[in-house]
């Protein structure tokens, strides 16, 4: 695989009516940052001040919307009508392999695709966790992220070391990370609430807040 290709993340979703769905992630090779999709019209709960997480000072930096939701409109576009509790198959691609989930919820594969979503979408606070979707585990388990989240952590702590920066080893900004990661999550789920009840007569929001687990972390970046 060459360098200067995109990281494709692809997730497909088989119902039990035969239906399938299919989303697709890519990002940046050099950054992994998300590259967003072309968007017409970026809708208002969108704005970054429309329920604004408190530690967010992103509006000193001239930015208008909100990363996160903006690169989440597609995939709640996208399962606007489904419940969260559906059962179904996924099935994930990535550049390098292929995995297959028999009997998920919509609710427990969104999480997971939320939590790419989340670390590559340029949020300074989530920053720290975009090498996860570099590696992404889909539908790991809450052992496998602590093992994966904290080696990587340790990992950056050594390369810190070896640049004559000042580490980590007690991994305290991890879990300040963690902390904010809640209070985003939890905020965003609000913004959607709080857009679904102001707007609920028109069909181009009909915003589904269920689908986004409450988790403590991405669990699967």
């Given amino acids: 695989m060459s360098s200067n290709s995109d990281i494709i993340i692809r997730y497909q979703f088989i119902f039990s009516d035969d239906r399938s769905i299919e989303y697709e992630i890519n990002l940046d090779p050099q950054t992994c940052e998300i590259i967003p999709s072309e968007k017409h019209e970026i809708p208002f709960w969108c704005k970054l001040d429309y329920a604004k997480c408190d530690h967010c000072d992103k509006h000193t930096e001239g930015i208008e919307y909100c990363p996160l939701a903006v690169n989440s409109i597609d995939l709640i576009d996208l399962f606007q009508d489904t419940r969260s509790y559906d059962v179904l198959d996924v099935i ?7 995995y297959f989930k028999e009997k998920t919820t919509i609710q427990r594969t969104l999480g997971s695709l939320f939590g790419i979503i989340m670390v590559t979408s340029g949020c300074k606070d989530l920053d720290k966790l975009r090498p996860m979707a570099r590696f992404h585990l889909p539908f790991a388990t809450i052992e496998e992220t602590v093992y994966r989240v904290t080696s990587m952590y340790q990992l950056a702590q050594y390369i810190r070391i070896q640049h004559g920066l000042e580490p980590d080893l007690d991994m305290r900004e991890l879990l300040d990370t963690y902390k904010k990661i809640h209070h985003i999550n939890v905020n965003f789920v609000k913004r959607l609430q709080k857009a679904t009840e102001m707007d609920a007569d028109r069909k181009s929001t009909r915003l589904n807040s269920s689908h986004i ?9």
């Fill in 92 to 98: 994930v691609e990535t550049n390098e392999r292929k």
């Fill in 213 to 221: 687990p409450l988790s403590r972390m991405p669990s699967s970046a």
